[in-house]
């Protein structure tokens, strides 16, 4: 019945865990929550895609009045430029020949400066200049490593969408803009935005490189964070319960084989995925996840190399296949929150619910293992004690001494 009921509790965090992972994405919005120190409130927000950037408007249909406030996190070094423009001609690619955009300069002395800047060329220094839509409300600010650009512009009569980019830059030594990255991430930090509903379309780029990292998220935490940890506890522990025997056995194959092959998905749409983000700083990321590849590889090889029971080799084995499998969850779990660090980098807290999420699993698991460990150890100690007090209660039945007798 112990083990029955152990089985349903694994089973159930094993499914608490999809369901959480999946569940999480579609309520990691970070902007809602927002609170402005002003006590500005908008009619709409939304996470932007790329950049740890977010926007907030209200957009008054009769007036063509945009109100908006655009934020952006991470920015630590104040010798840097954050920008938020629109393209008049409603074109996504490319989007910032001719965009109208609202600069804001972090200067060395602490003082943030904001302006409009009207950009025509790529070798654009977002040189201070009129825009052409009529800015009022023009101010920024810069707290806790987030610059917000506040503005309402004045649109033409009957917009209800608009294509709009945000970026980020350094600045010369003379405090002058200059370029930003070329990666992945800045080039498709742009989108066509629907005003009076919020709905999107981002540049196919980014909402491709979007979709596979949280592909890539979600297979891996589920596969080498989750299931690999799970059938090693069904195996460690199960095993010493004798109704579970054969049954744990396969319970341990299924999972780990269902992690490997999983995991072996993720594995691929992380090389694909790290292919595709140049400039990306992920070395400690792919590097880990390479060894895990090759150990868990070695533990399929294994399973087809598993001598039997009483083969004068066995104990060799088991060392082995101990050694490479707690080594591969250990490494799995740092894994996992590397990738979780790796994002903060360049999206910021988006993902902290994910991350939240997972501790909450991992903690589960591990309160788990350790309930068991405890159980367990107390089961084989009865039964050892069993098991030596047998031989003395047959040999002194009726009285007879139960020490081994002489010839």
């Known amino acids: ?50 950049l740890t950037s977010y926007l907030h408007w209200t957009y008054d249909q009769n007036t063509a009045k945009l109100d908006i406030a655009f934020r952006h996190d991470g920015i ?16 996504l690619d490319p989007a910032m020949i001719g965009a109208q955009a609202l600069v804001a ?27 052409s839509y009529d ?35 350094a600045l010369s030594s003379s405090s002058i803009p200059q370029q930003h990255y070329q990666n992945p991430t800045h080039l498709s930090s742009k989108e066509t935005l629907d005003l009076l509903s919020g709905q999107t ?36 522990y199960l095993k010493v319960f004798k109704s579970a025997d054969p049954a744990w056995f396969y319970l341990h194959i299924m999972c780990q084989a269902s992690a490997y092959v999983v995991g072996v998905a993720g594995f691929g749409t992380g090389l694909k995925l790290g292919s595709d983000s140049v400039g990306v700083e992920y070395d400690t990321h792919r590097s880990l996840g390479i060894v895990l590849f090759c150990l868990g590889t070695l533990q399929v090889f294994a399973l ?65 293992a350790v309930f068991l460990e405890a159980y367990t150890w107390i089961i084989v100690f009865k039964r050892r004690q069993s098991e030596n007090k047998m031989p003395e209660s047959i040999n002194g039945a009726n009285g007879h001494d139960s020490r081994p007798q002489h010839v």
């Not at 977002?126 to 825009?131: P, Y």
């Not at 039997?308 to 799995?332: C, E, F, M, P, Q």
Request: glycine letters at 6%; aromatic letters at 10%.
């Open 135 to 169: 800015v009022t409300g023009l101010r920024a600010t810069y707290q806790n490593n987030e610059v917000t650009i506040f503005a309402t512009l004045t649109l033409p009569n009957g917009t209800t969408s608009l294509v709009h980019l945000w970026q980020d830059g």
């Open 105 to 131: 300069i972090l200067q060395s002395n602490g003082t943030t400066r904001v302006y409009t800047s009207s950009i025509a060329s790529t070798s654009t220094q977002l040189q201070d200049g009129t825009i």
């Open 1 to 50: 019945m112990l083990m029955q009921n152990m089985l349903r509790v694994v089973w159930l965090v094993s499914v608490f865990s999809f369901v959480l992972l999946t569940s999480t994405y579609a309520v990691a919005q970070t902007c809602a929550s927002h609170s402005f120190s002003n006590n500005k409130v908008f009619a709409t927000c939304r996470d932007l895609p790329e």
């Open 304 to 368: 087809f190399l598993r001598p039997n029971k009483d083969h004068k080799h066995r104990l060799y084995w088991n060392v082995y296949h101990h050694a490479v499998g707690y080594a591969t969850i250990i490494i799995s779990i740092i894994n996992v929150f590397e990738g979780f660090n790796t994002l903060e980098n360049y999206v910021g807290d988006r993902y902290n619910r994910w991350k939240h999420a997972y501790i909450g699993i991992i903690g589960a698991l591990g309160g788990i």
């Open 201 to 236: 379309q981002p540049s196919s780029t980014a909402n491709s490189r979007q979709t596979r990292r949280n592909t890539h998220g979600v297979i891996n935490a589920l596969s080498w964070g989750i299931l690999m940890p799970t059938g090693a506890i069904i195996a460690r």
């Open 76 to 91: 630590k070094s104040t010798d840097s430029w954050v920008a938020w423009g629109i393209n008049p001609r409603n074109v």
